[in-house]
């Protein structure tokens, strides 16, 4: 099963109001019976908004941004600065973790417990108006 949202994040003031007036992106971690998966609803957020992933179930998953092949050294960075740990997992004691995009680019996330199990298949890609979690 694939993992599918979608988030724009609107770089211009024009851009934003065509797209919508939210603020931030809320992504569902896993659901109530198990299955690995991220869920979110098409939302658009202000550029360095807060992308807010919430644990959804038991199950325990995190939240790692991959670090495109080539890509540059403040980029990979704010990747990395915006990943949980790999070891760490969401729970009910911490049921949500916080991220930030703001460099425009094609990125994909995953919960590596369940990479295996396809929980990943999310991208990040820009036009010159928006970033795109889709």
Known sequence: MKASSTVLLATTEAALLAAGP??????????????????????????DKPIEFTLVGETGHNVVFDVPAGALATMASELKANSMDENDLLSEDEPTFTAKVSTPGTYTYYCTPHKSANMAQVCLSTDAYRIRLC
């Not at 690995?36 to 550029?47: G, W």
């Open 22 to 47: 939210a603020l931030a992106a809320k992504i569902k971690v896993g659901d109530e019976i198990g299955l690995f998966k991220f869920l979110s609803a098409t939302v658009t957020v202000v550029e």
